[in-house]
T-cell receptor
Framework: AQSVTQLDSHVSVSEGTPVLLRCNYS??????LFWYVQHPNKGLQLLLK??????LVKGINGFEAEFKKSETSFHLTKPSAHMSDAAEYFC??????????FGQGTILTVHP | ETGVTQTPRHLVMGMTNKKSLKCEQH?????MYWYKQSAKKPLELMFV???????ENNSVPSRFSPECPNSSHLFLHLHTLQPEDSALYLC??????????????FGPGTRLTVL
């Protein structure tokens, strides 16, 4: 069975400071991992994905994530937050049968 | 229209009403999904359709009835719902098979309120 734990339900940063959203996973398989973002009243948009290639994955809008198998982590980072980054972020694990398991989400607030 | 569209975007219904949610994907994908997003809970997969055939039903109550007439359209028929069914219902699509499992693309969702 697989599971995803997002360690923070809320993260608050100031504009221009780094962002770190933490995600740990467990999976019986070699997983594919994703980060999705959801802005208010919008659907989920894919930020980036890890599918067993490079462990450091670059996504859209300056986000990146590093797959660390030894730590079973896939934390999302961005060097400098922008006001438009304020949204809810979901870490997702996918197993070979295609089933997705979502984390509970982290709400990112960006202060001016 | 591009991507995945859902209608209506908002729906308010009584417990005795019958309504339907519609999803359409313009991406040429062969798999479609319904998810339920409730406050303070992770997204829950409800149904999966591959090539118009239902391949997964995650113990969803029978008051939710999916229909997939073709690979581009997916419906969720609702009847005698309960207030706890109020949630955001998200549709997604992806391309599966051929050794590839691509990411899912999501629609904007239908915000359902059951009175």
């Amino acid at each position: 069975a697989q599971s995803v734990t997002q360690l923070d339900s809320h993260v608050s940063v100031s504009e221009g400071t780094p962002v770190l959203l933490r995600c740990n996973y467990s999976s019986s398989y070699s997983p594919s991992l994703f980060w999705y973002v959801q802005h208010p009243n919008k659907g989920l948009q894919l930020l980036l994905k890890y599918t067993s290639a490079a462990t450091l994955v670059k996504g859209i809008n300056g986000f990146e994530a590093e797959f660390k198998k030894s730590e079973t982590s896939f934390h999302l980072t961005k060097p400098s937050a922008h006001m438009s980054d304020a949204a809810e972020y979901f870490c997702v694990v996918r197993v070979p049968n295609g089933k997705l398991t979502f984390g509970q989400g982290t709400i990112l607030t960006v202060h001016p | 229209e591009t991507g995945v569209t859902q209608t209506p975007r908002h729906l308010v219904m009584g417990m005795t009403n019958k309504k339907s949610l519609k999803c359409e994907q313009h991406l040429g994908h062969n798999a479609m999904y319904w998810y339920k997003q409730s406050a303070k809970k992770p997204l829950e997969l409800m149904f999966v359709y591959n090539f118009k055939e239902q391949t997964e039903n995650n113990s969803v109550p029978s008051r939710f009835s999916p229909e997939c007439p073709n690979s581009s359209h997916l419906f969720l028929h609702l009847h005698t719902l309960q207030p706890e069914d109020s949630a955001l219902y998200l549709c997604a699509s992806s391309q599966v098979g051929g050794g590839l499992e691509n990411e899912q693309f999501f629609g904007p969702g239908t915000r359902l309120t059951v009175l």
